[in-house]
């Protein structure tokens, strides 16, 4: 089944339309360092024709432990991710942790984003549902894809119109996650655009006692399956150092390093896609 579209900004997405890629940092460690990543994705997004949706978070509300970096908050936040909306032309996404944060992000981003443990959460959903602007839902790592069926029901008869469906991994034991390539057909046939998130299906969830652990070096594996499989977009959390990144370290994969990564998976998406048409 193909999707409906989804547009954020100039960029629209769908199943059956190139592949977007959806990247930027973790979470937001400062002004300066959110406008040169946008900077290098806008610029790498030029270059390969390829369109880009800028990802970083206001606040990482479910970090392992209480010492570990946030982000700077709400307002702050947003005004980073505005400045990066103007400056570079990249439509913007973040994610939301309560109701009240719905329609303050929805003002200045594209893609209001709904975080996977909080995927069950009707006043959440339904406060994203309302607020206006494209939903993207992450997948639960404790959900099967068909009980996405639900989730989606929840933002619709709220007033959504334009949903995105995440995958990105499903609980696999003590401290690791799969990825599971049937979910995203199954998801698919919900009728919405669907979205592999390559960088926390490698996660290995709170591995390292304070902080979560990953296998980025099965990040680029990952995507190419998905895109083999066939999908709207592919997410990736980014890093100019990411040994120094303050948020998912593990997983993050060195800005430099994704050109040559993105080039490849434009090329099989199209490969993909010209076949199924």
């Not at 209001?112 to 602007?133: F, H, I, M, N, Y």
Request: net charge neutral; with cysteine.
């Amino acid at each position: 089944m193909l999707a409906a579209r989804v547009q954020a900004g100039k960029i629209a997405l769908g199943n059956d339309l190139p592949l977007v890629a959806i990247a930027g940092t973790c979470v937001i460690e400062d002004r300066d360092s959110a406008l040169r990543h946008a900077e290098a994705l806008a610029a790498l997004g030029t270059r390969l024709g390829m369109p880009v949706v800028y990802k970083s978070s206001f606040d990482k509300a479910n970090r392992s432990s209480r010492a570990s970096f946030r982000g700077p908050g709400l307002d702050r936040g947003l005004e980073i991710l505005g400045e990066v909306r103007e400056r570079f032309g990249l439509p913007v996404l973040t994610d939301i942790h309560e109701p009240a944060q719905a329609r303050k992000a929805a003002a200045v981003v594209d893609i209001v984003q709904v975080p996977a443990l909080l995927c069950r959460q009707t006043d959440l959903l339904e406060a994203a549902g309302s607020c206006g602007k494209p939903v993207n839902i992450k997948k639960g790592q404790f959900l099967s894809p068909w009980e996405m069926r639900n989730v989606v029901g929840k933002v619709v008869a709220a007033g959504a119109s334009a949903v995105l469906l995440t995958e990105r991994g499903t609980c696999f034991g003590y401290n690791n996650l799969v990825a599971d390539m049937r979910s995203l057909a199954i998801m698919r046939e919900l009728g919405w655009p669907v979205v592999f998130d390559a960088t926390h299906s490698v996660q290995l969830p709170g591995a390292l006692g304070e902080s979560s652990g990953g296998e980025r070096q099965f990040a680029p594996v990952l995507a190419r399956a998905a895109v083999a499989v066939g999908v709207a977009a592919v997410f990736f959390e980014v890093h100019e150092a990411p040994e120094r990144a303050m948020s998912d370290a593990a997983t993050s994969l060195p800005l430099g390093s994704l050109e040559h990564l993105l080039a490849e998976l434009r090329d099989l998406d199209r490969f993909v896609k010209e076949k199924r048409s």
